[in-house]
C-alpha cells in the first residue's frame, strides 16, 4: 500500500466515527500503531529471524522466516521492499478495529480537562 492511499484510508476511517470519539480513536490509534521505521529496521537487521513479521503480528509467517532463513535470504530480500506496505496495512486494520469497537461502545474514554 502506497502512502497516499494509507493517509487517506485512515483519514477517512477517522471521519467514519462521530466527531465526539475521534479522540478516543487518535488515542487508541496512536497507542497501537505499528512504525513504518521500525518494522524497516528490524526487516533490515533482523528479517532473517523473521523478528519483521512477527513485530506486524504475522507470527506463522515470522516463524516461517526464522526457520528457514529467512527464506535463504530471497525473502529478507524482497521484504526490505515490502515491509513499510505491509506496515501500513496492518495500521488500517488496527484503525479499523478501533473504529468498530467504538460505534459499538466497547472503548469509551472521556476528555476532561
Not at 31 to 40: D, R, Y
Request: glycine content about 8%; hydrophobic content about 50%.
Amino acid at each position: 500500500m502506497d502512502k497516499i492511499t494509507y493517509v487517506i484510508l485512515q483519514k477517512n476511517i477517522r471521519d467514519s466515527i462521530p466527531e465526539s470519539q475521534q479522540q478516543a480513536f487518535e488515542l487508541q490509534f496512536a497507542s497501537k500503531e505499528k512504525s513504518e521505521a521500525v518494522a524497516l529496521a528490524l526487516s533490515l537487521f533482523l528479517g532473517m529471524l523473521g523478528i519483521d513479521r512477527m513485530y506486524l503480528g504475522q507470527i506463522l509467517i515470522g516463524i516461517l522466516k526464522l526457520i528457514t532463513c529467512g527464506g535463504f535470504g530471497i525473502w529478507t530480500f524482497i521484504d526490505w521492499f515490502l515491509i513499510m506496505g505491509a506496515a501500513r496495512s496492518k495500521n488500517i486494520d488496527i484503525a479499523n478495529d478501533i473504529a468498530a469497537r467504538l460505534e459499538r461502545g466497547n472503548v469509551k474514554m472521556t476528555y476532561q480537562h
